[in-house]
């Protein structure tokens, strides 16, 4: 190796890009190579000159230059350098007749030579002697945007250019612009409107005409619709007439303009020229309607363009067949089809019935050959219908015009039976630019794109006639045909799908304008479907977007005298039209000569058309206007292709390794004298001939032709790369061409034959199409890559751009999904059931078959050969891998591209030997089922599965089997199957299971005590034991088990592992797995899905169980039951609704907090255990609108209500607080009524029943003895309002009239002590406030692992703490949503746990206490969800109803008691922390604990002392305040208003006034006071201003929480005021009460604290009994002493 290769490196220019050029074919020719010192790149010869392009972007002239004026001579013998455009790096060159034009990389456009038609786009100047920009603008933008070129084409005079967006610019004269223009030169260059929004590939320029090949619209993004409007003479192109129930659209107008009209002027467009007759043309800028459709079709849908009238030449009563005259030879005559076919009666039938209904309407529609359609109104379309569906279909296959209406009379010539409604015909159709889409487009374009998608995934029919090779189609279509016996047999159902896929189409692609279905489809509505694949994949998939499109259209334009524009006549045409025989050709490249024009295919033929007076177009067929394939001997690929004056030259692939040429046209002898006229004359080909000297010029990479010069550009074959890119290219070519003949030859035919799919079954059906489908694709990628490489090798040679090595994964993919389908197909029997529709088909020896498959063994069973054949393309992996290394060795090994070579190469050999393995697996499966016993195949049998081993050789039994019963394993790639049966019948296994592999567990059972080679089968529902006959058998089904369940569980169960993925298989299957598995044993899952993860054998981890009856379970499980978060769904179909658990399980049930949301609307959210409520809960009654009828919380015992709970009757406003026994209210409660009744008292069987105390709003009481509720029944007393009170016996409901007979007394003013008495009395008939929530409390013990309050391990209980905390953490990971930041943040530091060691200290003390602050901030941690809980309990018990002030005494209480229940738990979690009042260990300097801020102030004595509000207060009374306010509000509201009364009253005076009221010394009287920053003299009329910061100070009493708050507020208050003073009197100073008081009542008067009374009591009651006495005691006195003093202050 001693020098790399690469398309940079200068490898000297005799190797690589010589040019060599030659005229004529004689023997005598030897071709001259043009000398360059640089590799040539590119050449164009126009008709005395030529054009070169060399490395480095440098452009050489050669030949007759008559526009250099500077030369001597015009002649250049040797090639000239353009010196004008060394400066630009050219990367195109064109040479038209006596112009020339270059593409530099930027885009530009450069033109030189003869100008006088304005062929080189510059205004003014008949000749430009050298290079010269061309400037093209586009004017729709402004300012006007250049347009970027990619190649330009040179005619004689005209020039096309296309540029980047695949748009086509024309400058020059003459109808071959396709110029919207009748004024000529065009000096600017203009768009070329028809081609516009079109994806144009290449163009091409004759002397008079253009080509150009254009991407199908298939291929496109959405185009923009087409005008609505015809662009020349203006007139709508649509017309739509409405009929009552449909609409009719007509594309008929065909624009005068369209045509150049002839020197006679005679030829009218409106003649009905042969062009429109041929086409069915209605516009020029329109592609031709060809109808993708063959069914009658009623004129509902019908969208057959109406053609010109031709004047009175079709009586109406009388059908014509009219042959448009000049196809008189490819189309067969229609009525030799009607006379030649055996079924007289049905056309004599459908041509009476043709007559019948043959009326002539104005606004009929047209058919396309001047026809009228048979059917104007609806009932004859019925009719006709049911009499098609009466009669056998397969009749009516004459071409009467009762079938015509059906079918568009096709320019195609191979398409004679258009008509035949059951053949699938092979009519070649525009994939999506046919006119018919066209018009869906202009009538729905929103729309349009998706159907014609639609259409496209639907019609199987139309898709066969993509690639039908275009000579004898017909022929073989005709001889099946008439072959067929004319039974009158309904059509199969193959022929159904596609009828109906194509009936379906048409309905599809007019949306929105069809209003009604046709009977026909209405009727077939009831058959099962089965999906068509079409046989040319639709769309062009993502992945190989970049590899050249295959789809492709040629349009063509100018003058067609010589028939040059293949539309079959000899037309001019001003506007590009779509040569309609090529759609579907695949054509990839076109080129055209003087007057006739070239198209090269994907198949690597070449189609020729236009003059061929010296047999340039290489066949003889006439008429030369239509394309028609050259003559080539078989075998012969042709690749590139040239165009001159009077020849054509082809570039082809032969038998041997170089590129051969070959030429056709006119002989050209080397006689300077010789006349033109002789010139004319002299001899030519007849078909193309040999060239045979192309041996000699080494490896020939491209050719053109020009005037009446050859040339050939070629490589030397340097170290074997360039004969390995040729080889590469060939191979592909060749492969591409065998692809294409077996889908042609082979399943075309199959595809058309009527009984195919009934005989195959559908099944089988199904997977051939499936077959079909991929073959299909497989045939797409290696017809693109073979084009691909074709233009690899005309341009660059950088290995890097191969798409065999950039997009492998796609080949790899693409091969493998092939062969899957093969191998299905194969397993299922296909190629058996293929065998006698080939027979029938192709004959008894079925040779096409035996030819295609290449098969070199003799004798071989048909079935054999077909899957042979279908086995081929595995071969051609081989191929690349070997090509692909041949290439790697001409690059040195350590380089990058030899790497890449080398990789790729390996990776299609791996694929290559792992789709061997898989056929050979199809096989054995195949031969597997053949030999299997039984009728378990029909189920056992799968498209997919494949078997890996079974135990027919008795290597494998079951332990503990049964003396007679016989048992058969089956190991296939899904599964595992058990068969069994009795000895004596041992072909008839009775049963069978089928164990699936991905929930299967398999085991080795050690042989040490038992002596037996086992296995032990763990499956989700049964474990068994195999024994194996030795231990070699033992190790190969273990293997081949776990090898099978691991490729199952990949999800390659079908294909094995792919050797591109680098999966390393693992010896053995994970024992945890994600699988799907449906119970069929389990009574509690039985026919249940569960979808999930397993360990061995059993659901374990995240996963879904569906029940048949439609219950899910969504969440965690744990061997094999529910365990952990799960939610479940019952379905409730009485309410049509859904009972919806969301919460915790445990052992398959229903365990721990949880949410249940029955179907009734009702809603519980607590604990469970065992299915059922237990603990506690909330229950939410009524539908979910804002107001719940009613909610209980409490305590639940198996699903009932039992212990404490707060019920709220919404609906009639009553609470009830109290004790329950089995969903009864039983035992003390108290009920609070929104009416401010009041009632405590004993409750029985859900009454009141018992002793009870009942209170009004107005204080009326009644203490005795309740039968019901609100029924008294028994002794009692009732007291009113102003002590009077009633002694006896009472009956009667309250509220309503009471029967009584008693005493009546009246005490005495003094006599207070009974009220007294009675006052203490509420509250003892009602539930003691420690025994509220215990199930609240005990659920907090559980979860930290005590089952009794107190009793249990401290450490269990901090790591029960942990295991909670992470657990959350780790969810709050997984979906980072459910917390805040805060929320986590305060997760993180509950991490760490406060340790100490010995006796608690202060500082041990706050430690404790901020961890707790911290864990009752968060619901995670068990403190926090203890508090979370008892702050919702008593809101639901305190707010609504619940706020009655006869309640307060309770609602305080019960916080007491939750401190000291909590403080229990925290002594439990700190168990050195001292109990209630106890002493903290080393007294404090200066703090105590009681403030949560740190700013104790108090006296020291408080600090030492460890007292449970001081603790657990501020976490607590913040959360319960705003209820807890209330009850105080509402409790001290009378004397509150009194008091507020008089706060109002007397700060309405000003300061020194009020103070001299209120007795202040006037020493202590402020005299100056600062507000806002100034100091202000205190006048008489100051108010507000005195002692303001104190004030301020004191009306922060509101805003705090706690009673320790709330004090630290006062003693600040008092602070301020000593300050103020100490600054009046400027000493220092030491208060008396009787000083201090009146200055303390002036503060709090102008405080205006509204509640102070509420705030007095709330102190009082819940302040820390330790600080009673203390400063704080003294100062909470003097505000007390206030408020009392203001209620009583009279103002004088």
Aim: hydrophobic share 35%; with cysteine; proline share 6%.
């Amino acid at each position: 190796m001693e020098k790399q290769i690469s398309s940079g490196e200068e490898d000297g220019s005799g190797e690589k890009g010589l040019l060599h050029t030659w005229r004529g074919y004689s023997y005598s020719t030897t071709p001259e190579r043009v000398l360059l010192s640089r590799p040539v790149l590119q050449a164009a010869l126009g008709a005395n000159h030529g054009v070169l392009l060399v490395e480095g972007g440098q452009v050489y002239s050669f030949g007759e230059l008559p526009w250099k004026q500077n030369q001597t001579s015009s002649v250049a013998t040797e090639p000239v350098l353009e010196a004008v455009l060394s400066e630009q790096h050219v990367v195109f060159v064109a040479a038209g007749s006596a112009h020339s034009g270059v593409v530099t990389e930027d885009g530009g456009v450069h033109m030189w030579g003869e100008n006088a038609h304005g062929q080189c786009g510059l205004l003014g100047l008949s000749v430009i002697p050298n290079p010269t920009p061309v400037g093209v603008l586009d004017s729709e933008f402004t300012p006007p945007q250049t347009v970027k070129i990619l190649e330009v084409a040179c005619g004689d005079q005209h020039t096309l250019a296309l540029s980047s967006k695949h748009e086509v610019w024309a400058w020059g004269s003459g109808c071959q612009l396709g110029l919207n223009t009748s004024t000529f030169p065009v000096w600017k260059p203009q768009k070329v409107e028809p081609l516009a929004g079109r994806h144009v590939l290449q163009v091409a320029c004759g002397t008079a005409h253009s080509l150009a090949v254009v991407r199908s619209s298939e291929a496109l993004v959405p185009r923009k619709p087409p005008q609505d409007k015809c662009g020349q003479c203006h007139q709508l192109l649509y017309t739509m007439t409405d009929k009552e129930d449909h609409v009719i659209i007509s594309d008929g107008h065909h624009c005068p303009l369209g045509v150049e009209l002839d020197s006679s002027g005679t030829k009218s467009a409106l003649e009905g020229s042969p062009e429109q007759v041929q086409q069915g043309k209605s516009s020029p800028t329109e592609p031709v309607p060809s109808m993708p459709t063959q069914i009658p079709r009623s004129p509902t849908s019908s969208t057959i363009p109406e053609s010109t009238l031709l004047p009175d030449s079709t009586p109406a009563s009388e059908p014509q067949i009219q042959v448009p005259a000049s196809s008189q030879e490819p189309v067969e005559p229609t009525l030799e089809v009607s006379t030649e076919h055996e079924a007289p009666v049905a056309n004599e039938e459908v041509c009476v019935e043709a007559s019948e209904s043959c009326t002539l309407e104005p606004d009929s529609c047209r058919a396309p050959g001047g026809k009228y359609s048979p059917f104007p109104d609806e009932q004859a379309v019925k009719a006709y219908l049911k009499r098609l569906s009466d009669h056998a279909l397969a009749e009516h296959v004459a071409k009467t015009p009762s079938t015509l209406h059906s079918a568009q009379l096709s320019s195609d010539p191979a398409d004679p039976f258009t008509s035949d409604p059951l053949i699938p015909v092979a009519q070649s159709v525009t994939p999506m630019g046919s006119a018919l889409n066209n018009l869906v487009v202009s009538c729905a374009s929103a729309v349009g794109e998706r159907v014609v998608s639609t259409y496209e995934a639907l019609s199987l029919r139309k898709v066969i006639g993509y690639w039908a090779p275009g000579e004898g189609r017909e022929r073989v279509e005709e001889r099946l045909r008439l072959e067929e016996p004319m039974q009158g047999k309904k059509s199969s159902s193959l022929g159904d799908i596609r009828e109906e896929e194509a009936e379906l189409s048409r309905r599809l692609s007019l949306p929105g304008l069809l209003s009604q279905v046709s009977p026909r489809l209405l009727r077939r509505t009831s058959r099962p479907r089965a999906r068509a694949i079409p046989l040319t994949p639709g769309g062009i998939p993502e992945a190989d977007a970049h590899l050249p499109s295959l789809q492709t259209e040629v349009w063509s334009w100018g003058r067609g005298q010589e028939g040059q524009l293949g539309h079959g006549d000899l037309l001019p045409r001003l506007q590009p039209v779509c040569v309609k025989s090529l759609n579907g050709k695949e054509v990839l490249r076109v080129a055209a000569g003087a007057h006739h024009s070239l198209a090269l295919t994907a198949q690597s033929q070449v189609f020729s058309w236009g003059c061929n007076t010296s047999g340039q177009l290489g066949h003889m067929e006439s008429p030369t206007s239509f394309p028609h394939l050259a003559k080539l001997s078989d075998g012969i690929r042709v690749w590139d292709i040239g165009a001159g004056q009077q020849h054509t030259l082809l570039l082809a692939d032969g038998d041997c390794m170089q590129p051969i040429l070959y030429y056709s046209g006119q002989q050209v002898k080397e006689v300077a004298e010789q006349t033109q006229e002789e010139e004319q004359t002299g001899e030519y080909t007849q078909q193309p001939v040999l060239l045979p000297f192309c041996m000699n010029l080494g490896y020939v990479s491209s050719v053109c032709a020009g005037g009446w010069t050859c040339a050939a550009l070629t490589d030397r074959n340097v170290m074997g790369f360039i004969a390995s890119l040729h080889e590469l290219a060939a191979a592909e070519r060749k492969y591409y061409c065998k692809l294409s003949n077996i889908k042609s030859l082979l399943l075309q035919p199959l595809l058309k034959l009527d009984s195919l799919s009934s005989g195959l079954g559908q099944s089988t059906a199904g997977l051939l199409q499936n077959l079909i489908g991929r073959l299909s694709r497989l045939s797409q990628l290696t017809g693109q890559n073979s084009a691909s490489l074709t233009t690899f090798l005309r341009r660059s040679r950088d290995i890097r751009g191969l798409v065999i090595l950039d997009d492998a994964h796609l080949f790899l993919d693409t091969y493998s999904e092939y062969c899957s389908a093969v191998g299905d197909l194969l397993v299922m029997g296909g190629f058996l059931a293929l065998v006698k529709p080939c027979h029938d088909v192709f004959g008894k020896g079925a040779e096409v078959v035996q030819r295609l498959s290449e098969c070199s063994e003799e004798g071989l069973p048909l079935a054999d050969v077909l899957s042979h054949l279908f086995y081929l393309p595995i071969k051609h992996l081989h191929e690349y891998g070997r090509l692909l290394l041949k290439l790697a060795t001409c690059y040195e090994v350590s380089s990058v591209d030899y790497q890449k070579l080398q990789d790729a190469c390996s990776k299609y050999e791996s694929m290559a030997l792992h789709l061997k393995r898989r056929r050979k697996e199809a096989e054995c499966t195949l031969h597997f089922w053949k030999s299997f016993p039984g009728k378990m195949t029909d189920s056992l049998r799968k498209p997919s599965r494949r078997l890996i081993c079974e135990s027919s050789n008795k290597a494998l039994t079951l332990q503990n089997a049964g003396r007679f019963s016989v048992n058969w394993f089956m190991l296939f790639n899904d599964a595992l199957v058990h068969a069994q049966g009795m000895v004596p019948y041992k072909s008839l296994f009775s049963t069978h299971h089928i164990f699936p592999l991905a929930t299967l567990w398999v085991e080795p059972i050690s042989e040490e005590n038992t002596g037996l080679y086992g296995l032990k089968v763990t499956s989700p529902e049964e474990t068994f034991t195999l024994l194996a006959s030795s231990p070699a058998e033992k190790a190969k089904w273990f293997r081949s088990i776990n090898q099978a369940v691991e490729q199952a569980l990949s999800g390659l169960g079908h294909d094995g592992i792919p050797p591109t993925t680098g999966v390393t298989q693992r010896t053995d299957p994970p024992i945890s797995r994600t699988a799907s598995y449906t119970f069929y044993k389990d009574s509690r899952l039985k026919e249940a899905t569960y979808e999930g993860r397993w360990v061995s054998g059993k659901p374990h981890g995240r996963g879904v169980v569906k029940w048949l009856d439609g219950r899910m379970y969504t969440g965690a499980f744990k061997n094999g039951l529910e365990d952990g978060f799960g939610d479940y769904v019952v379905p409730n179909k009485n309410l049509n609704s859904c009972d919806h658990y969301q919460g915790q399980w445990k052992d398959g049930k229903m365990h721990g907090f949880g949410t249940f949301r029955y179907s009734s609307g009702e809603v519980y959210e607590g604990s469970f255990q065992d299915n059922m409520r237990h603990g506690h809960g909330m229950l939410r009654s009524g539908k979910l609108n804002s107001t719940s009828p009613s909610v209980f919380i409490g305590q639940w015992q198996y699903d009932k209500k039992s212990g404490y709970g707060v019920f709220d009757d919404i609906t009639r406003g009553e609470k009830y607080m109290g004790m329950w026994l089995d969903d009864q209210r039983q035992g003390n409660g108290v009920v609070v009524t929104q009416f401010g009744l009041y009632y405590e008292g004993a409750f029985s069987n859900n009454k009141m029943m018992g002793t009870g105390v009942l209170l009004s709003e107005d204080d009326t009481t009644f203490e005795g003895e309740f039968s019901e509720d609100w029924t008294l029944n028994g002794k009692g007393m009732l007291t009113m309002p102003n002590g009077d009170y009633i002694e006896g016996s009472f009956s009667g409901v309250w509220g309503t009239g009471l029967k009584m007979s008693g005493s009546y007394y009246k005490p005495s003013l003094y006599d207070s002590d009974k009220e007294k008495a009675h006052a203490l009395k509420l509250g003892r008939l009602a539930v003691h406030s420690e025994e509220k929530w215990k199930a609240v409390f005990v659920e907090c013990w559980n979860r930290l692992g005590c089952d009794h309050p107190g009793q249990g391990q401290t450490t269990t209980a901090w790591d029960n703490i942990a295991v909670a905390l992470t657990a959350n953490l780790r969810q709050q990971r997984d979906s980072p949503e459910l917390l805040s930041r805060s929320h986590h943040k305060t997760l993180e530091s509950l991490e760490c746990i406060p340790h100490h060691v010995g006796p608690v200290t202060l500082e041990v003390y706050h430690t404790i206490r901020r961890y707790l602050v911290k864990a009752c901030d968060t619901p995670l941690h068990p403190l926090g969800r203890l508090v979370e809980t008892l702050v919702s309990v008593y809101r639901m018990t305190y707010v609504g109803v619940g706020a009655n002030r006869r309640l307060l005494p309770q609602a305080v209480n019960e916080i007491k008691s939750y401190l000291s229940r909590i403080f229990q738990l925290v002594r439990f979690l700190f168990p050195d922390l001292p109990e209630e009042g106890g002493s903290l260990a080393d007294p404090p300097k200066e703090t105590g604990g009681s403030d949560p801020a740190g700013k104790q102030l108090e006296s020291p004595k408080p600090g030492c002392v460890v007292s449970s509000s001081a603790l657990l207060l501020p976490v607590l009374l913040p959360r319960l305040y705003p209820p807890l306010f209330t009850l105080y509000a509402l409790e001290k509201e009378k004397e509150d208003d009194v008091y507020w009364e008089c706060v109002l009253r007397l700060n309405k005076q000003p300061d020194l006034a009020l103070l001299t009221f209120l007795g202040v010394q006037q020493k202590f009287w402020p005299v100056t006071v600062t507000v806002h920053g100034e100091k202000q003299q205190v006048l008489s009329s100051t108010k507000d201003a005195c002692f303001a910061s104190a004030v301020e100070t004191l009306q922060q009493i509101s805003t705090t929480f706690t009673p320790s708050d709330k004090l630290q507020v006062i003693q600040l208050t008092f602070e301020e005021i000593t300050q103020q003073v100490l600054a009046l009197l400027k000493q220092d100073f030491l208060w008396s009460m009787d000083d201090l008081f009146p200055v303390f009542l002036f503060v709090v008067l102008r405080a205006r604290i509204r509640n102070l009374g509420s705030e007095v009591s709330l102190i009082e009651d819940l302040m820390d009994p330790c600080v009673q006495h203390g400063e704080h005691g003294i100062m909470f006195t003097t505000l007390k002493a206030c408020y009392y003093q203001i209620q009583h202050e009279k103002v004088t």
